[in-house]
């Protein structure tokens, strides 16, 4: 028997899971897949907003790999914490996988970033997602004025569900505190604004469109930002998606403007210099104008501009975490790799691989994990009769057990699922989600 440790139970963790389980190369693999939350899923249950039901149906899939014989979830256990050391993890298992993602959000460094208002996408996703950590980080949305900084998708996410009335919502499994907050928003007007142009826009046209589909929210795009684009006139240098992403701005560029209750105004080649305060609060953002600078880049015009705002979130990119005892890469944010197998000084270290985003770095959509967990697989594979001569714990779980750790498994996860469905009965709504460590804690404990 091969015993394998995957941490981390997001798109990438179960794909890996899936490889070693569902092949013919190497007889009875077990996996166990380790996370530190005790539900499932990853940015799958907490990152994918919850208007997106068909990306969230994933989780179908994902749990048909999860509920495989070969493969036993292990929620509630952190590596990094009590003892379970990368080293010590490695002493119970043949191999060990990190699936760990990139958990930080990057910063821009500009004075006014710290400002009271002015948070990162990724805190405002984990609080309308009910990421537990997220818990009594409340987002009061008191503002009339919102300005997101960055055109990728996670940009359009907050720029949407910020548009989006909470009626929406209601029939999401969205927590009952952040849709009562987001009934009570004062805001009117969304800006999401691009250093770039829409030809370099990181969206993907299919989520930018979404954008121009919301009953309440209008979309504006400003024709003099267009006008800056070289690829405006002549878009044929450009991948398909930039050219389609150019034709829906175009469009939007071109429609009168409807009146609405909400405004969603997409604005380019502006790059935000300094947050600017009023009273120890964000109330505006200073942009400098931008122009092509021939080479796919921009640089500064010397011409600022001011947008007023009482919100500001960045969305400008996830970047890997370093976990205490695996080798990290700073300037990349990634753990040096090859083919899936993580490298110390250079040279491959016997029973450590790596899979997703902190492998390859935060890009790409939930499918792109499946071929880049394929690849960490196949190289494992190809080390078990290497591996199988490593000693590994007869009871994984006893010994995490001994550790202090305690490990919530699949029926910990279902009694939670159960509470949900209950929680969701009690408010009138579908399943919601239980937004905080106790409640999830105490959940679990209903499996016995
Ligand atoms: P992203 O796609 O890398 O976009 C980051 C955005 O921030 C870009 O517009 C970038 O502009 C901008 N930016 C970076 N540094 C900046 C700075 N200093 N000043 C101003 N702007 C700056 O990252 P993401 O939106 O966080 O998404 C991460 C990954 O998750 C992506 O692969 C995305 O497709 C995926 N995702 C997918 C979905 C979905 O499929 N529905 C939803 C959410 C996320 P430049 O291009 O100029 O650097």
């Known amino acids: 028997m091969l015993r394998v440790a995957v941490v981390g139970s997001g798109p990438s963790g179960v794909y890996t899971a899936q490889a070693l389980v569902q092949q013919d190369r190497v007889p009875d693999v077990r996996v166990d897949v380790l996370d530190r939350l005790p539900c499932p899923y990853g940015l799958v249950r907490y990152g994918v907003a919850p208007d997106h039901e068909k990306i969230k149906s994933l989780q179908g899939n994902l749990r048909t790999v999860l509920e495989d014989e070969h493969v036993r979830f292990l929620g509630n256990v952190e590596v990094g914490a009590r003892g379970l050391t990368p080293a010590r993890l490695l002493e119970m298992y043949h191999a060990v996988v990190y699936c760990v993602g990139a958990a930080r959000d990057r910063h821009l460094g500009v004075p006014g970033e710290d400002l009271v208002g002015s948070r990162s996408a990724t805190e405002f996703v984990s609080w309308y997602s009910a990421h ?68 370099q826009a990181r969206f993907t046209t ?108 960045r969305a400008v990119g996830y970047q890997g975490v370093p976990m205490p005892g695996l080798p990290f890469d700073e300037s990349r944010g990634t753990v040096p790799h090859q083919e899936g197998r993580v490298l110390r000084d250079g040279a491959a270290s016997p029973g450590e691989y790596v899979a997703g985003w902190i492998k390859r770095g935060p890009t790409g959509v939930i499918g792109t994990n499946r071929p880049c967990a394929k690849e960490t697989a196949t190289s494992l594979l190809a080390d078990a009769p290497t591996l199988e001569r490593r000693e590994a714990a007869a009871d994984p779980v006893a010994a995490l057990r001994d550790l202090g750790q305690e490990p919530v498994a699949w029926p910990g996860w279902l009694a939670i699922e159960r509470a ?14 239980i937004p905080d460590w106790p409640g999830l804690r105490a959940a679990a404990r209903e499996a016995g």
């Open 420 to 433: 949900e469905a209950d929680l969701g009965r009690s408010l009138g709504r579908h399943t919601v989600k």
């Open 132 to 199: 537990p950590d997220a818990a009594g980080n409340g987002f009061a949305l008191g503002a009339r004025s919102a300005v997101v900084i960055g055109v990728g998708n996670v940009a359009v996410d907050v720029t949407r569900i910020l548009a989006r009335g909470a009626d929406e919502l209601r029939p999401t499994d969205v927590p009952q505190d952040a849709l009562a907050a987001l009934e009570r928003s004062g805001v009117r007007e969304v800006h999401m604004v691009g250093r770039r142009g829409p030809g």
């Open 206 to 313: 299919k989520e930018l469109r979404e954008l121009g589909s919301l009953p309440g929210a209008s979309v504006s795009v400003d024709p003099a930002d267009l006008a800056l684009d070289p690829a405006f006139a002549d878009p044929s240098g450009l991948p398909a998606v930039n050219r389609r992403n150019l034709e829906v701005v175009r469009g939007w560029a071109a429609a009168p403007e409807t009146e609405r209750e909400r405004r969603i105004r997409l604005r380019f080649f502006l790059r935000p210099v300094e947050f600017l305060g009023e009273a120890g609060r964000v109330a505006g953002v200073r942009f400098e104008r931008t122009e092509p600078d021939g080479a796919g880049g921009v640089r500064g015009t010397g011409v600022y501009e001011d947008v007023a705002a009482q919100l500001v979130l």
